[in-house]
């Protein structure tokens, strides 16, 4: 599955064999131990020959490498017919010679035993079918069916010791199916033999849900993911659940993405979430999540991007109805090919079950924006921690393909919610909190951002208003009387309003008294300017007629002493100096 | 045990064969050889003139294991009188043997 990582691995590492079972090769980095014998054990029921079945049929059709089983269980009919429900086409493999099947009937009841024998015949026909097909995969399964067959165990145990043996020598990769003992791995402690890699499958009840697990019980020389990891088997075979992170090397994209809110937008610092992270909103029923979502879809297939929204609430019609109804128009979308709606009871499958059908149609839909609608809904079908390594896995799987997920998580309205989901919330990016608020009789909604990883993001609640054409984001109205929303916030701000036109009003008063004031007083200059200047004028005017009058009498005067002097000369001087002072009193 | 030898023949002429054994062997081991030696010695015994037993070396013959699902070596096959019966081992047990034959009630 993975061969460019396994051609990375140096010579001196173990080599591996890939199975090509979904999952598997990511939990032993790589695959069985290769040319040497892997014993998977486990009770019945548990999948243990479809397991070596996936195991052969993967290595014929993508590895190359031909496969042979020998089955003390079920014929080459029987098997073929088992797996042809996933898929697997034994027959057509047996007939390229790809796959060779050897039915070995055992019965005891058929069987004496009388003195010492050994199972070289056994031997005989696993070499034949090896030969016949060239044989690089060995399934043996079920040892158990040998050990019921004959009687005489100290044989039996020293032959497969030879045999494992006689594996190794040949270079085979082998898988063994034990059935799981009591108190030990398998029922005769044939992990005492097989000492390479031991698998455990298990299955397993709890409320009333059926979970299948695997687990690496040991594995020599390398190292391996040591969980119990869920396993189904499904259409296509077996589906190993990893952790996929288990290094967390998701790489972290700088792109943004539009939350289709532009008020929301801004809250995030302009540009929305980060691409490639995890949102989840969590709200009380009826605070708009699913609004939230389609409008996140909705921006995201407008820009010709693909969507997945699976739906554990609503039906795929119900949530177009619903949206058209805020004004967005999800149908369009749905018959561009853009959206997928995936919607499920939540109860009707097991929490695994959900996971792989989810990780199936993210992998066959290929979208970069995934939509959760309720994560909650699946708290039903399973335990809170499975939910959370559900969760974990989801979050792991989209993060590794860089979608975009949003997940909306329905909260009890009494529910402190940073005690509830804690939990939840490590493993998310972002995450937007929508409330009701109750004031005034009414209950309208609030919003705010609870974290958001890498973005500087607001603080502050928002009025989340669902309008005919989707949805607004208003500030508070933060005042002396404390928060207020709805109509206590649309009569505050009328009263605001109207408390504003009133100073407006009170200032173009003022402004108009200082007017009318201004020019009475420039009136008063313009006056006393005019009355300046008439008397100015005035005086210019006396000041004139005196100088008229001055000379006036210069020329009388000197028009008098002329003809004095033409009479009398002596009287002369007397009167001059007389009429002198008597003119200019 | 004659090397080799698929098949061996013992047939009186009075008698129609009654009992046919197949010994399946790999190669001449001793478990082999004394698997033959104590076949012979029962059948001389208990069934003289009255059968005959084939011997085939799934080393020579691997193909036929599957026939007869032979898992074991050595491992006696009664073939004839039906049903089928299998004995496992160098027939060294001649108390089971017999029982194995059905010549020799089970308890």
């Known amino acids: 599955m993975k061969k460019s990582r396994r051609s990375a691995f140096s010579p001196e590492t173990l080599p591996k064999c890939p199975t090509g079972i979904q999952g598997l090769d990511e939990i032993t980095f790589g695959g069985l131990p290769k040319g040497r014998p892997t014993l998977v054990c486990g009770g019945p029921g548990c999948g243990k020959t479809l397991l070596g079945m996936e195991f052969l049929v993967r290595g014929a059709t993508e590895f190359d490498e031909p496969g042979v089983c020998i089955s003390f269980e079920e014929t080459a009919e029987e098997l073929a017919r088992n797996v042809a429900s996933l898929g697997f086409d034994v027959d057509g493999l047996i007939a390229s010679k790809k796959l060779a099947i050897d039915y070995v009937f055992i019965e005891r009841s058929l069987i004496e035993e009388a003195g010492e024998y050994d199972l070289e015949a056994l031997f005989v026909r696993l070499a034949l079918a090896i030969d016949s097909v060239g044989a690089k995969r060995v399934v043996l399964d079920s040892l158990e069916s040998l050990f019921a067959g004959l009687a005489n165990e100290s044989i039996l145990r020293s032959e497969l010791r030879r045999m494992f043996r006689w594996l190794k020598d040949r270079n085979l990769t082998a898988v063994i199916t034990a059935e799981r003992g009591e108190g030990d791995l398998t029922r005769y402690g044939l992990e005492e033999y097989i000492s390479d890699c031991v698998i455990l499958l298990d299955h397993r009840v709890t409320d009333t849900i059926f979970t299948r697990r695997m687990r690496i019980v040991k594995y020599r020389g390398s190292t391996h993911g040591t969980n119990e990891f869920p396993f189904l088997i499904e259409d296509h075979g077996i589906s190993v659940l990893p952790v996929t992170s288990l290094e967390l090397k998701h790489t972290a994209s700088e792109e943004r993405v539009s939350t289709g809110i532009p008020a929301l937008d801004t809250m995030f610092g302009g540009d929305g979430y980060f691409r490639g992270s995890s949102i989840l909103v969590s709200g009380t029923a009826g605070t708009g999540k699913t609004t939230l979502a389609a409008h996140f879809v909705n921006a995201a297939c407008s820009r010709g991007e693909r969507c997945i929204y699976f739906s554990f609430e609503e039906s795929a019609g119900q949530v177009v109805r619903n949206m058209r109804s805020v004004g967005i128009d999800l149908k369009r979308w749905l018959d561009k090919g853009l959206l997928r709606f995936h919607a499920t009871r939540a109860t009707s499958l097991g929490i695994e079950m959900h996971l792989v059908k989810m990780h199936s149609a993210v992998n066959e839909f290929d979208p970069s924006i995934v939509v959760v609608d309720p994560v909650t809904a699946l708290l039903n079908s399973s335990t809170q921690s499975e939910t959370r390594g559900m969760l974990l896995r989801m979050v792991d799987l989209l993060k590794a393909k860089q979608i975009t997920a949003l997940m909306n998580t329905l909260t009890h309205g009494a529910d402190p919610l940073e005690q509830s989901q804690v939990d939840i919330s490590s493993l998310v990016d972002a995450w937007l909190f929508l409330r009701d608020i109750e004031t005034g009789g009414e209950r309208n909604r609030g919003m705010y951002i609870l974290k958001a990883r890498g973005l500087a993001h607001s603080n502050q609640i928002r009025e989340f208003l669902l309008t005919s054409h989707g949805v607004e984001l208003r500030d508070l109205y933060l005042g002396p009387a404390g928060m207020l929303t709805g109509s206590a916030r649309v009569a505050q701000e009328a009263k605001e309003a109207a408390e504003a036109g009133l100073l407006r009003q009170g200032i173009e008063k003022q402004e108009l008294i200082r007017d009318r004031k201004r020019k009475a007083i420039e009136a008063q200059i313009a006056a006393l300017q005019l009355e300046l200047e008439t008397e100015v004028q005035e005086s210019k005017q006396v000041l004139a007629q005196e100088e008229l009058r001055l000379s006036d009498l210069d020329r009388d005067r000197s028009a008098m002493a002329k003809s004095r002097s033409l009479n009398a000369g002596t009287r002369e001087s007397g009167r001059k100096s007389g009429n002198k002072a008597g003119g200019r009193a | ?107």
């Not at chain 2, 197949?22 to 698997?35: D, I, K, M, N, P």
């Not at chain 2, 037993?53 to 007869?68: H, S």
Request: aromatic content about 4%; charged content about 30%.
């Open chain 2, 1 to 107: 045990m004659p090397e080799g030898a698929p098949e061996r023949r013992r047939k009186t002429p009075e008698e129609p064969v009654g009992w046919e054994l197949r010994l399946y062997v790999a190669g001449q081991t001793s478990e082999s050889l004394q698997a033959f030696a104590n076949l012979k010695r029962i059948c001389e015994e208990h069934l003289a003139g009255n059968y005959r037993i084939e011997v085939i070396d799934l080393l020579k013959n691997p193909q036929l294991a599957a026939g007869d699902q032979i898992l074991a070596i050595p491992t006696l096959v009664r073939r004839l009188p039906e049903p089928v019966r299998k004995i496992i081992g160098t027939l060294a047990d001649t108390e089971r043997v017999l029982v194995g034959l059905d010549l020799r009630p089970r308890g």
